[in-house]
């Protein structure tokens, strides 16, 4: 996931965006109902219990389970959406899209993503030694998911939404070609996503349902993690940032979502704006002034793991969302 293109021009696109307006939070309260960041650590927890989910292997497929059946528990309609995908160096990777959709609703159908899989090699690792190991991808993977998994148990609770929401746990995102290769292919990341968007746009003529909008989530635990408005987020879904970064400031966690700018990042949501046409944005971590990474000191290397999750990264993103969906 993820690489960073055109910083300069996304702050040149961005600078009349503005900020949200004071008087527009204050006319909003802050909802009652509360994330459990100790419930979304502990779902992000059991996934790394399974260790590594790198692509093809049998933690893969178990973790896989154990997600769709939590889903099912909190009362969504769950669709397996397997596909034979080819890495880039041709391996064939047995791809599994996990697809919870909420119960039938009359309201405005949104949807909530995030990779599941974890990134075989620790090729950003600062011990070369470690760069064909797998990644536990505690944060970069487990984090999304189990942030997902909480707010379905909280929409299972409280029928007060405004939006009806599915999940999507994208595979095959993090099989992208490693740093020792010499050629970078930005298509070799996020391949579950690419087949689902063109599945989507297929569909579309037998069910015509769509999505108002899109929200992706990638590595929302790291410890002392920051939320730039990313530039393609801007580019295909400026309204949807500022009321997301809006929400985040009505529920008391603007710190965490300020008004600055980040590059264009590829991941998950590009194919999801750019094939699906759903405005979608990337809810993704960013460390201005981390040496080793700008997506922070744990970015594929073996220290991504659960030692390093913060509940409080956890609460900012998952309360921001709830305040988004029952505000």
Same mark, same amino acid.
């Given at each position: 996931?993820?690489?960073?293109?055109?910083?300069?021009?996304?702050?040149?696109?961005?600078?009349?965006?503005?900020?949200?307006?004071?008087?527009?939070?204050?006319?909003?309260?802050?909802?009652?109902?509360?994330?459990?960041?100790?419930?979304?650590?502990?779902?992000?927890?059991?996934?790394?219990?399974?260790?590594?989910?790198?692509?093809?292997?049998?933690?893969?497929?178990?973790?896989?389970?154990?997600? $769709?059946?939590?889903?099912?528990?909190? !009362?969504?309609? @769950?669709? =397996?959406?397997? /596909?034979? &995908?080819?890495?880039?160096?041709?391996?064939?990777?047995?791809?599994?899209?996990?697809?919870?959709?909420?119960?039938?609703?009359d309201k405005p159908r949104?949807?909530?993503?995030?990779?599941?899989?974890?990134?075989?090699?620790?090729?950003?690792?600062?011990?070369?030694?470690?760069?064909?190991?797998?990644?536990? $991808?505690?944060?970069?993977?487990?984090? !999304?998911?189990? @942030?997902? =998994?909480?707010? /379905?148990? &909280?929409?299972?609770?409280?029928d007060s939404a405004n939006?009806?929401?599915?999940?999507?746990?994208?595979?095959?995102?993090?099989?992208?070609?490693?740093?020792?290769?010499?050629?970078?292919?930005?298509?070799?990341?996020?391949?579950?996503?690419?087949?689902?968007?063109?599945?989507?746009?297929?569909?579309?003529?037998?069910?015509?349902?769509?999505?108002?909008?899109?929200?992706?989530?990638?590595?929302?635990?790291?410890?002392?993690?920051?939320?730039?408005?990313?530039?393609?987020?801007?580019?295909?879904?400026?309204?949807?940032?500022?009321?997301?970064?809006?929400?985040?400031?009505?529920?008391?966690?603007?710190?965490?979502?300020?008004?600055?700018?980040?590059?264009?990042?590829?991941?998950?949501?590009?194919?999801?704006?750019?094939?699906?046409?759903?405005?979608?944005?990337?809810?993704?971590?960013?460390?201005?002034?981390?040496?080793?990474?700008?997506?922070?000191?744990t970015w594929h290397t073996?220290?991504?793991?659960?030692?390093?999750?913060?509940?409080?990264?956890?609460?900012?993103?998952?309360?921001?969302?709830?305040?988004?969906?029952?505000?």
């Open positions: 996931m993820k690489y960073i293109w055109g910083i300069i021009a996304a702050s040149m696109l961005m600078v009349a965006c503005g900020t949200t307006k004071k008087s527009e939070s204050e006319e909003q309260k802050a909802v009652s109902i509360t994330f459990s960041a100790d419930s979304a650590y502990n779902y992000c927890a059991a996934q790394c219990q399974y260790g590594p989910r790198t692509m093809n292997s049998e933690a893969h497929e178990k973790c896989g389970e154990w997600i $769709a059946q939590q889903f099912e528990k909190y !009362g969504c309609e @769950v669709e =397996l959406q397997k /596909a034979d &995908l080819k890495g880039y160096d041709g391996t064939i990777l047995k791809s599994t899209n996990i697809i919870a959709r909420s119960p039938k609703s949104i949807m909530i993503c995030a990779h599941w899989d974890s990134r075989p090699w620790a090729d950003n690792d600062p011990d070369e030694a470690n760069w064909k190991k797998p990644v536990m $991808a505690a944060n970069d993977g487990a984090s !999304g998911v189990a @942030v997902m =998994l909480e707010l /379905a148990r &909280l929409l299972q609770q409280n939006v009806a929401v599915d999940f999507i746990c994208f595979d095959a995102e993090d099989w992208g070609t490693p740093q020792w290769e010499d050629d970078s292919d930005a298509s070799s990341w996020a391949l579950g996503a690419q087949y689902w968007a063109k599945e989507y746009v297929s569909s579309l003529n037998t069910s015509p349902s769509t999505y108002q909008y899109g929200i992706l989530l990638d590595m929302v635990g790291g410890q002392s993690a920051t939320f730039y408005r990313e530039y393609y987020s801007m580019k295909y879904a400026q309204s949807i940032v500022e009321k997301v970064w809006q929400a985040a400031s009505i529920a008391g966690y603007g710190s965490y979502f300020p008004n600055k700018d980040n590059g264009g990042i590829t991941d998950d949501h590009l194919p999801v704006n750019e094939v699906a046409n759903i405005p979608c944005i990337d809810i993704i971590s960013h460390y201005p002034d981390c040496q080793q990474s700008n997506f922070g000191p073996v220290s991504d793991d659960m030692e390093h999750i913060d509940k409080n990264t956890l609460q900012a993103v998952g309360q921001t969302l709830i305040q988004l969906i029952f505000g």
